[in-house]
């Protein structure tokens, strides 16, 4: 049974484009978070929900909307996508916002815009 | 802002001996909590140990050991008996108690080749 669950796990569109990832948790957690993996490895923090509340948003362009309709799904959907957009979207949760709380991750969702 | 830094971009080893994988962090905070992740190229990242700063302890996990050196704000990985399925991409990760919730600045990761 998967942990914390992302669809798909690739997506290719093209430019212009609006696409959406899904991503779901079944551990219980209350806190989950979307991060970026570009071409060059480097992961970085794009958003994190806790309680469905919008706690951290690290100055991501207003095409990433983020939705939480309930604590154990957190979606990303991008809105006329470009080429800088094309990376490894991951999802993680953990229970809690604290810092010693383990991170659990998905396996990715690597989008191309074409 | 907290930096990670990882300088080496890519290391290799021989089966069945030991690698260290370095790591530095920069931060005014006195408490925070640092991880190693393993990345394979299923790309799921996992979790492969975690250091709390307050403890002066070095964490350990079966074959993986830290190095943890506050002062010097060093975290390296240390792992012994290497096997074919450690190969990877291994990132350092740094959290703060303090600020934005718990997210995690990674660095830009070690791949780790295997030689048999």
């Known amino acids: 049974d998967t942990a914390v669950s992302q669809t798909p796990k690739y997506l290719v569109t093209q430019m212009g484009n609006d696409k959406s990832i899904k991503c779901e948790q079944n551990?219980?957690?209350?806190?989950m978070y979307w991060y970026k993996q570009d071409s060059k490895k480097f992961l970085k923090i794009m958003f994190s929900y806790n309680n469905k509340e919008l706690i951290i948003n690290e100055t991501v362009p207003n095409r990433f909307s983020p939705k939480s309709p309930d604590k154990a799904h957190l979606n990303l959907h991008i809105n006329s996508l470009e080429l800088g957009d094309s990376a490894v979207y991951f999802c993680?949760?953990?229970?809690?916002?604290?810092?010693?709380?383990?991170?659990?991750f998905g396996a990715g969702t690597r989008l191309s815009v074409l | 802002a907290q930096t990670v830094t990882q300088s080496q971009p890519e290391m290799s080893v021989q089966e069945a001996e030991t690698v260290t994988l370095s790591c530095t962090y920069d931060t005014s905070e006195s408490d925070y909590y640092l991880f190693w992740y393993k990345q394979p190229p299923s790309r799921q990242m996992i979790l492969v140990i975690r250091?709390?700063?307050?403890?002066?302890q070095n964490a350990t996990e079966n074959r993986f050991s830290v190095n943890f050196q506050k002062a010097a704000k060093s975290f390296s990985l240390k792992i012994s008996d290497s096997q074919l399925g450690d190969a990877a991409m291994y990132f350092c990760a740094y959290r703060s108690p303090n600020t934005n919730a718990g997210k995690s600045t990674f660095g830009d990761g070690t791949t780790l080749t295997v030689k048999p």
């Open positions: 551990l219980g957690h209350d806190t």
């Open positions: 250091q709390e700063a307050y403890k002066q």
């Open positions: 993680a949760s953990s229970q809690g916002r604290l810092a010693k709380n383990i991170q659990y």
